[in-house]
């Protein structure tokens, strides 16, 4: 297997540049104040970049620039931008590698993630969005003998991204790609963690775009998401991040009276059901994969299967081989390819993990492995790492109810069927959440009983277009990654059509 | 309100003395704040410092306690109800730590990220009548 060379070292596959201005109707722009921050790599804890630190000025360049693209943008056929997508997705599989570096050295995560999930489903995103566009109809209705009306899917013009750092090029990509196959034009603001590799990919893609379709600027969330996400020139904003933050959107929003898309995250219950231990063969197999998953990214998804139910009968051994399959994970050097999990993205987050963790044992859960910060050697010391932290609990302990974000699974028993489903509603999120049994009819009406907007029956963590993702309760608003995201991103026009030569009668 | 191991301490959440003076220099920017506790994904879990009147609470809400950090004003703390049903076993300190955060939070740029520590309630502070919370 490979270590690729940092970024900035002899031999690495990318360089990131020294500073990063915004990119903005369709070349770099300063921001106006001048200032910059710093971006560390939670890899080693040191600075790599500095990237513009922009206010509401420079939010309103980007949006004149939106404004100024967004009509021959949306008025262009399907088929040329579906040309302009499918471009942009053959550009970054060119350039697969290098953009899969510079996410893991910006994020944390490991680069065998970046290579073969983050990435290639990014620019599959461009793809299936290209393909939806080209394929999606209006609709006609006949009122009556003389009279149809039209309906016609328009694009809303100027819409603002606020997007999270857990995934910093699938998450933009999710929202850039419905947005621009529906025909408008971005203003996106990156999270304040990872500001520079969706730089870097507009220094990829950047050209195939015609100036101003696609605005990034970055900065504190304060300072430039706040402009952004209440500006009346807006017409929608998409949100990835927390539930106050999404309710303080949908505030500004409301002011504007504008839509949202909103995805706020949860506490997915993965539920291990008695008969996948009937058999110690592949399915076995799979499903311990399938409870190793909280660590996958570090557990910084908003899925992450964060409570693990596993029925009472089967509790102790199948515990104890999950406790073998996690104890296998390969923690490490993100840049090396064998390495399964990364760092934290942030001291911040380390911090709060940590947080978690103590008032979980002070809840009187049991570790059952890790619980606490991985100490690294060398240039990783100053690195963000936490071990995979299993604990075994009750679902009212505020580690059962609440999200970590981090590499941490909360493990609780249950009796029967009834009892499963009780304890996997019995939380304010309805993400995602997993199913495991080799029964058929008992995979099927848990599926169906789980309050939740992504149930994996059999699988977990797989995220292919063409399947809708979003959640129930509290944990948002919209259906991203799939074609019904073009209708978040459109407004219908109706066309009322008289072909009748006849007054109505009325004066 | 009173003082000990160097927190200021509130029935139900305290506020460490790092925090208070991170607040002190905020509200010199952005005048007075509030709390809000946020849950979910990626910086959920996180207080968000707003300028006050700038997050709207409503009926969802419960207050949860009124921060003195030697400031005219004191800065209120709020969570959405349905959360404090969760928490409302545990007393909440709110320290500060070197970090980058994101929302819109206003320490962010100051390069200090307002967290969120907890501990149990004792048996007493649970049954003291003043711990009970108030909805504004």
Known sequence: ?507 | MGTSGGETTGERVAVTDPAAALLRELTADHGPLMFHQSGGCCDGSSPMCYPLGEFRTGASDVHLADLDVGLPEPVPVWMSRSQFELWSHTHLTIDVVPGRGSGFSVEAPTGQRFLIRSRLMSDEEAIRPDTQTTTE
């Open chain 1, 1 to 507: 297997m490979a270590i690729y060379a940092p970024p900035g070292e002899a031999g690495s596959v990318v360089q990131y540049a020294p500073r990063y201005d915004n990119w903005i109707g369709g070349e770099w722009v300063k921001p106006v104040k001048g200032r910059y921050f710093e971006n560390p790599t939670p890899i080693t804890g040191r600075t790599f970049t500095e990237v513009a630190q922009s206010g509401a000025d420079d939010i309103e360049l980007a949006l004149d620039a939106a404004h100024g693209a967004a009509p021959a943008w949306g008025r262009t056929s399907a088929a040329e931008r579906a040309l302009v997508l499918n471009k942009i997705a053959d550009r970054m599989e060119e350039n697969l590698e290098r953009i899969a570096v510079a996410e893991s050295w910006e994020n944390g995560k490991a680069v065998r993630e970046c290579l073969a999930a983050d990435i290639p489903l990014a620019i599959d995103h461009f793809r299936y969005f290209a393909g939806a566009v080209r394929a999606q109809e209006g609709h006609s209705s006949q009122i009556d003998g003389d009279t149809v009306a039209y309906h016609f899917q328009e694009p809303l013009g100027v819409v603002g991204q606020i997007i999270p750092w857990n995934f910093p090029i699938l998450m933009a990509v999710w929202k850039i790609a419905p947005a621009l196959a529906a025909g408008n034009a971005i203003v996106l603001k990156p999270a304040e963690q990872t500001p520079a590799s969706i730089l870097l990919l507009m220094d990829v893609i950047g050209d195939l775009l015609p100036p101003g379709v696609l605005n990034v600027v970055n900065g504190f969330g304060v300072e430039a998401g706040k402009p952004l996400a209440s500006n009346p020139r807006v017409r929608k904003v998409a949100f990835t991040g927390e539930t106050t933050t999404g309710r303080l959107i949908m505030q500004y929003a409301s002011e504007n009276l504008i839509p949202v898309t909103l995805e706020l995250g949860g506490k997915s219950p993965n539920i291990f059901f008695e008969d996948v231990a009937a058999e110690r063969d592949a399915f076995y197999d799979k499903t311990l994969e399938g409870f190793t998953m909280f660590a996958l990214n570090q557990g910084e998804v908003c899925t992450c299967p964060s409570r693990a139910l596993v029925q009472d009968s089967i509790y102790d051994g199948f515990m104890a081989d999950a406790l073998e399959r996690v104890g296998r994970i390969k923690q490490g050097d993100p840049l090396d390819t064998d390495t399964m999990m990364g760092a934290q993205a942030s001291n911040d987050q380390l911090e709060k993990i940590l947080s978690y963790i103590d008032i979980g044992r002070q809840e009187g859960a049991k570790v059952l492995t890790g619980g606490g910060r991985a100490e690294m050697e060398g240039d990783l010391a100053g690195g963000y790492y936490v071990t995979p932290t299993i604990f075994e609990g009750q679902n009212n302990m505020r580690i059962f109810q609440e999200e970590i974000f981090g590499p941490v699974v909360s493990v609780a028993r249950f009796d029967d069927y009834a009892d499963a489903i009780k304890i996997a509603n019995d939380t304010l999120y309805g993400l995602g959440s997993g199913v495991w049994s080799r029964n058929g009819n008992t995979a099927y009406r848990a599926g169906r009983d789980i309050q939740a907007g992504r149930v994996w029956v059999n699988n977990y963590h797989a995220y292919p277009a063409h399947a809708a993702f979003g959640g129930y309760k509290q944990s948002g608003i919209g259906r991203e990654n799939h074609k019904m995201m073009l209708d978040h991103y459109q407004q219908t026009k109706n066309l009322l059509v008289s072909y009748s030569d006849q007054a109505m009668g009325f004066f």
